[in-house]
């Protein structure tokens, strides 16, 4: 009961065209403007892992450029094809700590949510690919009821993350029906969604999306943007009626080979969601090893120089923490930059910006 088969609203044409008029299978990759080369090697990278972009987000590729940052993130590459030892089906351990189905509880505090197993794009980066690909179901309402119950029996939980799959891939019917069911349990107090929707389909923000997710619960989109020319007059607006609608915007980027992995690329990023869209930077994770992604992942070292560069560029408000997933669910670890040279009793010493030492004594009192 996702978008790509039962639409809800006849209104809203706007995104339903942008759907029908991308690629939704792999045969549409016929219709893009790559070489027949190109085209057959993305033909056999698809076969691993899904494709699927809206129209609006391909109008953003420059077809001219087979570097070009947009076109890395959807259309399949054959370097996919190329595993490397260390890489995992399930690289942050989304299934060991999956006590029943569509729920993975990490965190005592917090549980992920799975409605759907689809997505309005197929990131090729995504670290959950395996899972979208060989699980593939969409949302009915019994197959979320286990884990539900779960959430019931444990009070100690309090923010639901909706993630996948994207949650707001579904129709309006089905967000206010799971934001009914969560409403319901009186412990949790905050309701997250995780998406890439305002970025690849922002026609899809719509009134009737927006009021399928008001409610009593403390609504935070946490959005996926990963490069400045995410950002048009068209996700402005989308992310623009989130904020109205009293929603809190994050935003989430994967520090990417070849897409963002330049000071100059990250600093207007992040400066551009702030300033233009409203969107506080989150997290900057590095890549997670996901198979077949050896050719997007920076080293930590690079990751970690970037990210000292523009600690120094941006106010805190519009700096991203850079962090690593860990393997077997150890959770995110911030990866710096770290500012301390060395401690010696009270007295600590630490690097400035400027690259100079200082010191720094403590006073504390009995
Ligand atoms: S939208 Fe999210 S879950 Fe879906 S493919 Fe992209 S990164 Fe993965």
Known sequence: MTIYIEANETTDTAWQDDVRQGVRHVRDLAALPLSPAERAAAQAAATLHKVRAPKAYLDLIDWNDPADPIRAQVIPSPRELVEQEGELDDPIADHAFSP??????????????????QCAVYCRFCFRKESLTSIGRGYTREALEEAFAYVEAHPEIREMILTGGDPL????????EIRTRVEAIPHVRLLRIHTRVPVVLPSRITAGLVSALQGRLMVTVVTHFNHPREITDATEAACRTLRQAGF??????????????????????????????????????????????????????????????????????CNPVYVLDLPEGGGKVPLG??????????????RGHDGQSRAYREVVGE
């Open 100 to 117: 029943v189905p569509r729920l993975t509880h990490r965190h005592a505090d917090r549980v992920l949510l799975f409605p759907t197993y």
């Open 169 to 176: 891939s579904l129709p309006d019917k089905a967000l206010a």
């Open 248 to 317: 809190v915007l994050l935003n989430q980027s994967v520090l990417l080979k070849g897409v963002n992995d330049s000071v100059d690329v990250l600093e207007e990023l992040c400066r551009e969601l702030m300033y233009r869209l409203g969107v506080k930077p989150y997290y900057l994770h590095h890549g997670d090893l996901a198979r077949g992604m050896a050719h997007r992942r920076t080293t930590i070292a690079d990751g970690q120089a970037l990210v000292a560069a523009l600690r120094a560029r941006l106010s805190g408000i």
């Open 337 to 350: 930059p770290s500012y301390v040279e060395a401690q010696d009793g009270d007295l600590w010493h630490f």
